[in-house]
């Protein structure tokens, strides 16, 4: 059975760092991008990051780019998001997802996707 799971989620004061896994299991990662999105209370899901399945390309949004970094540990089938100076507005129910290859803007182009991991960032 094919899955990710996703760790690392939890409270944050604004300003800290959290470090989010999505584990693969079931398959390979090494031919997945593998791409991040978040879900906020009452808004639409949004790519966050993602990262090719070479690990040559990466790409954040504009919300984030400087503060989160994106990697890929192929050998534990294991992506990460290094998140640091996290905001408020950075609160949300993080996914990952992927896709065959390369990344893609839209999130019905992924066929694999976690559960989820809940961000909070509150002082």
């Known amino acids: 059975q094919l899955q990710l799971v996703e760790s690392g989620g939890g409270l944050v004061q604004p300003g800290g760092s959290l470090r989010l896994s999505c584990a693969a299991s079931g398959f390979t990662l090494d031919y997945y991008a593998v791409g991040w999105f978040r879900q906020a209370p009452g808004k639409e899901r949004e790519g966050v990051s993602c990262?090719?399945?070479?690990?040559?390309?990466?790409n954040y949004a504009d919300s984030v780019k400087g503060r989160f970094t994106i990697s890929r540990d192929n050998a534990k089938k294991t992506v990460y998001l290094q998140m640091n100076s996290l905001k408020p507005e950075d609160t949300a129910v993080y996914y990952c997802?992927?896709?065959?290859?390369?990344?893609?803007?839209?999130?019905?182009?992924?066929?694999?996707w976690g559960q989820g991991t809940q961000v909070t960032v509150s002082s």
């Open positions: 997802a992927a896709r065959y290859i390369t990344c893609s803007s839209y999130r019905y182009e992924y066929a694999y």
């Open positions: 990262i090719s399945a070479s690990g040559g390309s990466t």
